[in-house]
């Protein structure tokens, strides 16, 4: 029996299962601010925020690192300037079809109507495509910058090249929609670094070109510049010595295409042995619609015979339809028979049917008869035979159609591609035969003025980089990164379900918290246990006197020790408390109770022989499976060898029989259980048992585990007298500061992760 005498315990105490523990102050979460908003809308408790944020802080700081890392990392920008000057339009002297004179003088529509134009996609398309953008290199790298250049530009170790590594060009031969949708993305890349800076009070207007690249820059800015000239004189018909220079330009690279178009086309039509026709149509194409014609016929002919077919299979062995009698030995022989029959009734008024001339005509009426029967076959036979051969002549025909069918398919299939080339080298031929017509015309209306836009100075590869400011970037990136860091943390917060204060257990489980047991950082448990000043071990001692206060008996005198899952730190748990009893001079049984996955006997350093699963089967005694261990006052009883089913085992009426006898002969029991969740082991143990104690471990177990593991330790009407909070961290949790941390500053106990 205990030697602790037993202590009244106030009814209301009682009621209230409350703890022995050492008085602590009330931990301050998010949620106990959200209670407080409810009961004063008004209140905002900025310890609770700042503790979260303490318990957070370095995902507060890895997030201001990422987004400080990231301002660093952006690339650094050039700018390139192209200046060109926009004079008003005059009135025209020689007119060109095309060309609409407009009055001179200033015009502020006309100026923001060029400084639009300048920045419109149409230009920004133009320029990709005379600078080739689109699938190129230097295309793929604007597109994604590599980390190595971004560090490069950052260290300002040497500014990037065109000719570096980059992406392959896509292949030629990129389906439509794709060369689009490329075109598009390099008109957005040249609008996206294009400003327009007109200069106040003057005809000229900047065009800056901002890019990562030095020499790309100072080419698109030349580019908008060029482009945006051509683009005006396309609009005039080029009337100008630089349109007629642009259109030969344009003459000579359509030149090249049709060449290449009907090139294409002619060695098509090789390959494949396409010859182009007036009509259009093939040979095998007419061959098709000759042998369809006639299918048709052959149809409409074994259509016929089998109906003739049928009719004399309908017939049978009697007479042919009427027109299959048509046939003159036929007719001849029925009208034989019919005269020999009228021959054969006369002469039977007057003889005998066996007279001799009597039974001579009886026999040439009977051979008679069988000639007939021998011509229906014959035309019977005829019947057959031409209905078989209609149906092979339709069978073949169909074969042969086909097959013809295929060849016709092949061949439009071949022609599909040739058409696509015809109809290309014909636009390239109608495009050149346009355009040499208005090169034509331009030559003729030599007397147009020059053109109304020039280019001033065109743009040079910048020598410094335009942006960014570091200084600004680090401003931004650290308070962004902090104000991204602040929501992640309480976004966090609010996501966790996990069971990490006393409060939290009280609030879902409704069970008092009879003990907290600090995190451990570097020692093992044995070595924190050795210091009787460290927090681990005065957690211990006080969860051992909350347990005598915990039912008006004292300590149970058969305790389970279970969690509602593994690795919560039951063993460690039930081997201390086994020790600490031991410490009051109680005899103790510890046994190892999980017959699944042991692991007391292992931490203990013995061996794991005869045990519980052995005495529950009838192979051994409880003297047998009881082992001393280095404190005389401390027996065990490991869990054996694994049993095949030790739910069985646990149901049987053994184990009742081996508390009792051990509640008897021992002062205390502790039993290192299975967890709850997923196995029956845990129930059946806790309804055997005078009393459990569920382990939580702090930041693990999930509200919603440890809820399921009470309902069914309830199910089985276990004696649930309390909780225990294993691994919490109060510093760094954020949560204030306990009894145990107190012990912690004088005692220089370093934490420790509870198996």
């Known amino acids: ?57 370095f995902q507060i700081l890895g997030a201001a690192a990422a987004v400080l890392a990231v301002a660093l990392l952006t690339p650094s920008t050039y700018r390139a300037t192209a200046i060109l000057q926009i004079d008003t339009e005059q009135m025209q002297i020689v007119q060109v079809q095309g060309i609409t004179p407009v009055q001179g003088g200033y015009d502020i529509d006309y100026y923001n109507t060029q400084y639009e134009l300048l920045k419109s996609r149409a230009l920004a398309e133009r320029v990709a495509e005379d600078l080739n953008l689109a699938g190129s290199d230097i295309f793929q790298r604007l597109q994604v910058a ?61 065009i800056n070109y901002d890019s990562t690249i030095p020499s790309f820059a100072a080419k698109v800015a030349n580019a908008v510049a060029d482009g945006f000239i051509a683009s005006s004189l396309d609009r005039q018909f080029g009337a100008s010595s630089y349109a007629k220079k642009y259109l030969e ?118 051979g008679v008869k069988d000639q007939i029967k021998g011509a229906l076959g014959n035309v019977r036979a005829s019947v057959k035979t031409e209905y078989d051969m209609a149906a092979a002549q339709e069978k073949m025909l169909e074969t042969e159609l086909a097959s013809l069918r295929t060849q016709t398919l092949e061949v439009d299939s071949r022609s599909i591609q040739y058409n696509i080339l015809k109809r290309d080298a014909d636009t390239n031929r109608q495009l050149y035969n346009a355009l040499l017509q208005r090169y034509k015309e ?54 966790d379900d996990t069971l990490k204060t006393p409060e939290d257990v009280e609030q879902h489980l409704h069970l008092a918290v009879l003990g907290i047991i600090p995190r451990l950082s570097k020692q093992t448990p044995d070595a924190a246990l050795k210091d009787p000043r460290s927090s681990f071990s005065e957690s211990y001692r006080s969860l051992r006197t909350a347990l005598q206060f915990s039912t008006d008996r004292g300590v149970p005198k058969i305790l389970l020790i279970t969690s509602p899952a593994a690795n919560e730190g039951k063993s460690t748990t039930a081997l201390t408390l086994a020790r600490n009893f031991a410490q009051l001079g109680k005899r103790v049984l510890l046994i190892e109770g999980d017959l699944r996955r042991p692991s007391l006997a292992k931490t203990m350093g013995i061996s794991a022989g005869t045990g519980l699963s052995n005495l529950l089967a009838g192979a051994a005694t409880a003297a047998q499976a009881t082992m001393k261990t280095s404190d005389e006052r401390i027996d065990i009883m490991v869990s054996g060898p694994p049993p095949p089913s030790p739910t069985e085992l646990l149901a049987g009426p053994k184990l009742v029989s081996l508390l009792m006898t051990s509640a008897e002969k021992y002062d205390q029991v502790i039993i290192d259980g299975p967890p709850v969740l997923g196995i029956a082991d845990a129930p059946i143990l806790a309804n055997a048992s005078t009393g459990t104690l569920l382990v939580i471990r702090s930041r693990v177990t999930k509200i919603a585990s440890a809820q399921s593991a009470m309902r069914r330790l309830k199910t089985t009407r276990a004696r649930l007298i309390g909780a225990l909070l294993a691994q919490h961290e109060a510093r760094t949790g954020g949560y204030g500061y306990y009894y145990y941390d107190t012990q912690a500053t004088y005692g220089n106990t370093p934490r420790l992760d509870v198996k």
Not at 274 to 286: D, K, M, N, W
Request: aromatic share 2%; glycine share 6%; proline share 7%.
């Open 1 to 57: 029996m205990s030697n602790v005498p037993h202590l009244p315990v106030p009814e209301v105490l009682a009621e209230k299962r409350i703890t022995a523990a050492p008085h602590r102050p009330q931990a301050l979460t998010t949620k106990h601010v959200e209670e407080r908003k409810a009961e004063d809308p008004s209140v905002i408790d900025l310890r609770a925020y700042w503790l979260v944020l303490l318990k957070r802080r």
């Open 146 to 206: 590599p980390l190595s250049q971004r560090l490069r530009q950052l260290l300002r170790l040497g500014t990037p090249s065109p000719s570096s590594a980059a992406p392959a060009a896509k292949n030629s031969g990129a389906a439509a929609g794709a060369q689009v949708s490329e075109l598009r993305d390099a008109a957005s890349l040249v609008q996206g670094g294009l400003v327009i800076a007109p200069v106040r009070n003057t005809h000229l207007v900047r």
């Open 249 to 366: 330009d344009q003459l000579a690279q359509l030149t090249s295409r049709l060449e290449d178009s009907e090139r294409a086309l002619v060695e098509f039509a090789q390959k494949e042995k396409i010859v182009p026709t007036a009509t259009g149509s093939s040979l095998v194409g007419q061959n098709l619609l000759d042998l369809n014609s006639s299918l048709a016929k052959a149809q409409d002919q074994r259509i016929r015979a089998e109906s003739r077919w049928n009719q004399v299979k309908i017939a049978g062995d009697g007479a042919l339809p009427p027109d299959l009698l048509n046939d003159p030995l036929l007719r001849s022989q029925q009208e034989k028979l019919a005269q020999l029959q009228s021959d054969y009734q006369d002469k039977l008024q007057t003889f005998k049917p066996d007279y001799p001339s009597m039974l001579a005509l009886k026999a040439q009426i009977d």
């Open 442 to 495: 331009v030559g003729m209306a030599g007397g147009v003025k020059a053109s109304n836009l020039s280019i001033v100075d065109r743009a040079e590869v910048p020598g410094g980089r335009f942006a960014p400011s570091l200084s600004r970037n680090l401003e931004a990136g650290a308070l962004i990164g902090l104000m991204l860091g602040v929501m992640l943390a309480l976004v966090l917060e609010h996501l």
